[in-house]
């Protein structure tokens, strides 16, 4: 069984990108492997954010994972300020990352571009990324195609701890795991999905807000009139399809849609029916959550129990092959 090891933002809205790039794949690998799924609360303070609504974000998105089918039996699911190890290897591997390499990132870059003062956290929140799997040890990280850079990072630090303090104990090179639909795409067809950008589907939005937004989403964009015959290989909502629809419904979407036997309107009515189909009781199940406030509490309490004796042992070795004086209390035991 590998170790497996994925986070996701408390942005207060899980939407179908996150859940068909990376959550339902999770719910799949829970069944095989060793998982922690992580609401990562710490990434989200690097950008501007409302103090007021942080905890509530960050319950209603553990909420979201429970109710999207993560089951808390066979995955730790746990918020990462709980579980304060993630901060200390995240000052650790600061030491070892190279700066150049950080600047680098597409994702700082864009970020940077859109404040007016640039906040170290966000040039470091891929250290920050790396320590939240490799405090785990964990070998496959689910993510969607926007994380690669930040994965081939993790994996170059790896090296570099490793090379410098490896000594009996080194971390495993982390590799990224994607989905079918890497990279979904908003409803406008220009970016991809993102609560920022809003052309989002959210988990929760009602069946007929589903079909609204649906409606006017971009296409194949070859497929200017009902006549022209579109490729699916490069249409967002075929991409949505292969998420919510069976195999039989998405060949016969393939060929109406090559033949035009069918218009753009009569395959995203099928694919509303099928996602309104398998989104209802995912939210119904976070309803029922929402009214239990204080079982969301216990469940990430014990969830973060877990998370932290895992992370406990791992910095002992770090802290060791480090050259730390050992603090009696660290429960590193007698040397
Ligand atoms: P976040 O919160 O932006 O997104 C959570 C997951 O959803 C995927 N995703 C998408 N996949 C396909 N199409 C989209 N439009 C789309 N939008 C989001 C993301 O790729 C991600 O897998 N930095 C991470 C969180 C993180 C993390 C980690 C991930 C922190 N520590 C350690 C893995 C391992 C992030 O911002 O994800």
């Not at 939005?205 to 409606?215: G, Q």
């Not at 959550?289 to 309490?301: F, K, N, W």
């Amino acid at each position: 069984m590998a170790r497996v090891f994925s986070g996701i933002q408390p942005s207060g809205e899980l939407h179908i990108g996150n859940y068909l790039g990376a959550v339902q794949n999770w719910v799949k690998l829970q069944h095989q492997h060793d998982c922690l799924f992580c609401v990562v609360d710490l990434h989200a303070v690097t950008q501007p954010y409302d103090t007021a609504t942080l905890a509530q974000r960050t319950t209603d998105m553990a909420i979201g994972l429970f109710a999207s089918g993560i089951d808390p039996a066979r995955a730790v699911v746990f918020v990462q300020s709980h579980v304060p190890e993630h901060a200390e290897l995240y000052w650790l591997l600061n030491t070892v990352t190279p700066l150049g390499e950080l600047e680098r990132q597409t994702q700082f870059k864009d970020k940077a571009q859109r404040q007016e003062s640039v906040p170290a956290g966000l040039l470091n929140y891929p250290v920050l990324q790396a320590a939240d799997v490799l405090l785990y040890e964990a070998t496959l990280v689910p993510v969607g195609e926007d994380q690669l850079q930040h994965l081939e990072l993790m994996r170059e630090i790896a090296r570099r701890w490793n090379t410098r303090f490896a000594n009996g104990f080194s971390f495993p090179e982390p590799q990224a795991l994607l989905s079918t639909a890497k990279r979904v795409l908003g409803l406008d067809g220009q970016a991809k999905m993102s609560k920022s950008l809003g052309n989002t589907i959210a988990l929760f939005d009602a069946p007929e807000t589903i079909w609204e937004k649906l409606k006017p989403a971009a296409t194949d964009p070859a497929r200017v009139t009902r006549k022209d015959p579109g490729n699916p290989e490069i249409c967002n909502i075929f991409t949505i399809h292969q998420g919510f629809s069976p195999p039989a419904t998405l060949t016969l979407v393939a060929h109406n849609c090559r033949t035009a036997g069918w218009g753009c309107l009569d395959c995203k009515r099928v694919l509303a029916d099928n996602m309104i189909a398998a989104l209802t009781p995912i939210r119904e199940r976070a309803e029922r959550l929402q009214a239990e406030p204080r079982r969301v509490a216990d469940l990430l309490r014990a969830g973060a129990a877990k998370a932290r004796a895992l992370a406990r042992r791992t910095m002992t070795q770090v802290r060791r092959r480090m050259g730390f004086l050992e603090a009696a209390d660290q429960g590193g035991g007698a040397v």
